[in-house]
């Protein structure tokens, strides 16, 4: 690789539509494009049984291991490939196997508090939040961690009102001050298509 890849950041809240943006964006720019999830660093918790993982607080910042995810990202961004865990939500579990991730020219680093640690944010090239309403973001997460995540209703609106929101209001909605851009309702088809605009420019180079 002639130069260091070019790191974008996505944050915003659950359901704001991040991994959607970021979906988006890698489907249309292809293999040029490597997407990491910041879920992938929640702590390992193996050494909790499953009753005391769900009570775990996965929205305060300390649920992450940042240093595995500022080291890895540096490794990224100097052309070195990685070993990146992966996460099994339904289990709140980090799963044993990791998977080798190769650098590409454009890195995005996608989840909620991507925009929380100055070792993250100081890697970044160009810093995106992505604001959604939050009655719109719990219908979606309801939604998705039934569907997706093996939830039931009764313990998604149990964890939003105990952590997930509280948390968003005191650690992820201040980040947004550190963005250079904020895409309103998640996936905005405008938003989008100047953000695939700006990656293949640099792309292209
Ligand atoms: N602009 C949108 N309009 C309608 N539904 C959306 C939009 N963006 C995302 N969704 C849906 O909302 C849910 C949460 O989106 P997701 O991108 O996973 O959010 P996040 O990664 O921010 O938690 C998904 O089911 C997704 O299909
Ligand atoms: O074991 C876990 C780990 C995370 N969560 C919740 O996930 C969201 C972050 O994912 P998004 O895709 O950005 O919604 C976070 O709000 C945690 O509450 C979980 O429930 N269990």
Redesign the pocket.
Known sequence: MDRSPYAIGIAGG??AG??TVARELTESVGEAVTMIPL?NY?EDLSHLDMDE?RE?N??HPS?FEWDLLAEQLETLLAGEPIEMPQ?D?ER??RKPERVTVEPSAVIVLE??LVLYDERITDQLDLKVYVETDADVRILR?IR??VVE?GRDLEGVIE?YLS??KPMHEQFVEPTKKRADIIIPEGANRTAVDLLQEKVEGEIEG
């Open positions: 659950t359901g991040k991994t879920d929640y993982r775990v996965y929205d649920a996460y939500f709140h579990l989840g909620i997460r998705r961690d995540r964890q952590t997930v």
